[in-house]
């Protein structure tokens, strides 16, 4: 596909597709700053095309629905404004970037050498985050087979049975109570004696007769050959360690930024974050900004990830006219 | 070119047993996010593969039976049955380029 010469480079190039990035595209196509977002591959992980919110069911806390809506509609509906504003989009991912010098280079593909598929005088990081596994050896055996990151997908499979979710957080609970249409007893499984889920949620999975809890242990190992036969549990405090028979296990025990791409390239926390100065979207590198839950490890909402889609729209276009005023001064 | 055949309870084992060619069966179903993101690369990958391997797709809400015969607790699952044995499993959502690598055997 690629040309001869190489593409003149974009204004503005968008890397991931949740809510920041489109809602930056939508903003930087409406700038005329004709970007091309990198939206990323087909997946069944969070990494993927749309982000997180392909993942979940019904979203009521996206103002401007009071009904709810479902995830992966929002995200067709943010993908619909971007396009229609003339956001090119490109069902890549980014394997490679070059932060070094501009305009900045991207590559896409498993072997990225060569030509690069974009060049950019300005970009917007927003390639969200992931759930975390277990990092337990059965993971990758019984994945698919009674293991699950994903109740949306997965729970019809369990209809009539007994399984377990792993996590305590907002998604957890979303995930314990979406499977109580399916299965009989859904067990949560978390390693505080609390939840840090939402006070809304928490109310709902305690006045669930399928929920119960089981607060103070981790999750050993995941047990079974060809599908998950249960899990063996530990006692934080206490090490004592017991068996569950369960035909299901779905993991929520949080995310991790995407962020492997810009490991020495841009500034990061200690725990993959990326660091941008306080009150804007600017990263360590002048010209790249990041936005969503890339850079936030504290409110990771989707309307804070459009919200700051926005200002790296605004940062990005009002940084460009200030490098192109500097020319022609 | 070749379309992708729509199977069901009925018709599975008729299509799948008695096939020539390996056939590559696409469990879904329509609340699934991740097959309707596949859906598109199958229709491609049919298009320019339908001579070697037949592509067929069976909804696991009409079909449950034949889902929980073969396994599938998680979609999308795509099986490749050759002589009516399962041959390949290739389980969640991937890109065209990862798709072609597993499928590799039987174009």
Same mark, same amino acid.
């Given at each position: 596909?690629?040309?001869?010469?190489?593409?003149?480079?974009?204004?503005?190039?968008?890397?991931?597709?949740?809510?920041?990035?489109?809602?930056?595209?939508? !903003?930087?196509?409406?700038?005329?700053?004709?970007?091309?977002?990198?939206?990323?591959?087909?997946?069944?992980?969070?990494?993927?095309?749309?982000?997180?919110?392909?993942?979940?069911?019904?979203?009521?806390? !996206?103002?401007?629905?009071?009904?709810?809506?479902? #995830?992966?509609?929002?995200?067709?509906?943010?993908?619909?404004?971007?396009?229609?504003? #003339?956001?090119?989009?490109?069902?890549?991912?980014?394997?490679?970037?070059?932060?070094?010098?501009?305009?900045?280079? +991207?590559?896409?593909?498993?072997?990225?050498?060569?030509?690069?598929?974009?060049?950019?005088?300005?970009? %917007?990081?927003?390639?969200?985050?992931?759930?975390?596994? +277990?990092?337990?050896?059965?993971?990758?055996?019984?994945?698919? &087979?009674?293991?699950?990151? =994903?109740?949306? =997908?997965?729970?019809?499979?369990?209809?009539?049975?007994?399984?377990?979710?792993?996590?305590?957080?907002?998604?957890?609970?979303?995930?314990?109570?979406?499977?109580? *249409?399916?299965?009989? *007893?859904?067990?949560?499984?978390?390693?505080?004696?609390?939840?840090?889920?939402?006070?809304?949620?928490?109310?709902?999975?305690?006045?669930?007769?399928?929920?119960?809890?089981?607060?103070?242990? %981790?999750?050993?190992?995941?047990?079974?050959?060809?599908?998950?036969?249960?899990? &063996?549990?530990?006692?934080?405090?206490?090490?004592?360690?017991?068996?569950?028979?369960?035909?299901?296990?779905?993991?929520?025990?949080?995310?991790?930024?995407?962020?492997?791409?810009?490991?020495?390239?841009?500034?990061?926390?200690?725990?993959? !974050?990326?660091?941008?100065?306080?009150?804007?979207? &600017?990263?360590?590198?002048?010209?790249?900004?990041? =936005?969503?839950?890339?850079?936030?490890?504290? !409110?990771?909402?989707?309307?804070?990830?459009?919200?700051?889609? =926005?200002?790296?729209?605004?940062?990005?276009?009002?940084?460009?006219?200030?490098?192109?005023?500097? *020319?022609? &001064? | 070119?070749?379309?992708?055949?729509?199977? /069901?309870?009925? /018709?599975?084992?008729?299509?799948? @047993?008695?096939?020539?060619?390996?056939?590559?069966?696409?469990?879904?179903?329509?609340?699934?996010?991740?097959?309707?993101?596949?859906?598109?690369?199958?229709?491609?990958?049919? @298009?320019?593969?339908?001579?070697?391997?037949? $592509?067929?797709?069976?909804?696991?809400?009409?079909?449950?039976?034949?889902?929980?015969?073969? @396994?599938?607790?998680?979609?999308?699952?795509?099986?490749? $049955?050759?002589?009516?044995?399962?041959?390949?499993?290739?389980?969640?959502?991937? /890109?065209?380029?990862?798709?072609?690598?597993?499928?590799?055997?039987?174009?």
């Amino acid at each position: 596909m690629s040309g001869d010469a190489p593409p003149e480079p974009r204004q503005v190039a968008i890397i991931g597709s949740g809510p920041a990035g489109l809602t930056a595209a939508i !903003y930087c196509a409406r700038a005329n700053l004709t970007p091309v977002v990198f939206e990323g591959e087909p997946s069944s992980t969070s990494d993927q095309p749309g982000g997180q919110l392909m993942l979940t069911t019904d979203v009521e806390n !996206y103002p401007g629905f009071p009904g709810g809506i479902m #995830g992966p509609e929002l995200m067709v509906a943010f993908r619909a404004q971007a396009a229609r504003f #003339g956001a090119e989009i490109r069902t890549e991912k980014v394997s490679r970037v070059d932060f070094t010098e501009r305009p900045f280079r +991207l590559w896409v593909g498993e072997d990225p050498g060569g030509e690069p598929a974009s060049s950019a005088h300005a970009v %917007i990081v927003s390639t969200g985050a992931q759930s975390l596994m +277990l990092g337990l050896e059965a993971e990758d055996r019984l994945i698919g &087979r009674g293991l699950s990151t =994903c109740a949306t =997908c997965d729970g019809f499979f369990f209809g009539g049975q007994e399984i377990a979710v792993v996590g305590g957080g907002d998604s957890a609970m979303e995930e314990a109570l979406f499977l109580t *249409k399916f299965a009989t *007893k859904v067990t949560v499984i978390h390693r505080r004696d609390q939840l840090r889920a939402s006070k809304i949620m928490q109310d709902r999975a305690f006045a669930s007769d399928r929920i119960e809890f089981l607060w103070n242990h %981790i999750v050993a190992d995941v047990l079974g050959t060809e599908s998950v036969e249960g899990v &063996r549990v530990r006692h934080t405090e206490t090490g004592t360690e017991r068996t569950l028979p369960l035909a299901g296990l779905f993991i929520a025990i949080g995310h991790r930024p995407n962020t492997d791409l810009f490991r020495g390239s841009l500034a990061m926390k200690s725990n993959g !974050y990326l660091i941008t100065e306080p009150g804007s979207t &600017r990263t360590n590198v002048p010209g790249v900004f990041a =936005c969503g839950d890339v850079q936030d490890d504290v !409110y990771r909402q989707a309307v804070t990830a459009a919200g700051s889609g =926005c200002m790296a729209a605004i940062d990005a276009e009002r940084w460009l006219e200030a490098q192109h005023d500097a *020319k022609h &001064r | 070119m070749a379309a992708i055949t729509t199977l /069901s309870s009925a /018709s599975f084992d008729e299509t799948v @047993g008695a096939a020539m060619k390996p056939v590559l069966v696409d469990f879904w179903a329509e609340w699934c996010g991740p097959c309707k993101m596949i859906a598109p690369i199958l229709d491609e990958l049919a @298009g320019e593969h339908g001579e070697s391997i037949t $592509f067929a797709k069976l909804n696991v809400d009409d079909s449950p039976d034949i889902a929980r015969r073969h @396994g599938v607790m998680s979609i999308p699952t795509l099986i490749v $049955f050759k002589g009516g044995e399962a041959a390949t499993r290739i389980v969640g959502a991937k /890109s065209k380029a990862a798709l072609l690598e597993d499928l590799a055997e039987f174009l």
